[in-house]
């Protein structure tokens, strides 16, 4: 298994509030890995500045074929994450993510299995 490389994220993205899923304006069918975190800053703030690691509390790393389709699973429904989803929008929290690209699943789940084991 490869080292750990420097992972260049795109930048936090505002994903769902308590009434609203926020679809994204460019194409994310690509494989990669993902964060999932909270942030309370207000909707207001959000748009009128990026969001850094300090403004959100990361909540999961995950991987997918498809970055889109998980993102949307989350955003929509909360998927397996549907209960720390809820309780975290219902206390006035929006989901937050972002992304890095991947070539295959391969690699993407290299990425996340090399995270877990730093971070879990």
């Not at 069918?29 to 909707?43: A, F």
């Not at 969001?51 to 790393?61: A, E, F, G, H, R």
């Amino acid at each position: 298994m490869k080292k750990l490389k420097n992972i260049h994220w795109e930048e936090w993205e505002l994903l769902a509030t308590k009434k609203r899923y926020y679809t994204q304006g460019y194409e994310l069918d690509v494989p990669g890995c993902y964060l999932l975190g909270i942030t309370d800053l207000s909707k207001s703030e959000i748009k009128n500045y990026e969001l850094d690691d300090d403004d959100v509390q990361t909540l999961y790393i995950g991987e997918s074929v498809s970055i889109m389709n998980r993102l949307n699973s989350y955003g929509e429904t909360g998927s397996h994450k549907k209960d720390i989803i809820d309780y975290h929008l219902k206390k006035g929290f929006k989901l937050c993510f972002r992304i890095y690209e991947t070539r295959n699943k391969k690699e993407a789940q290299e990425i996340e299995y090399q995270f877990l084991m730093k971070y879990d």
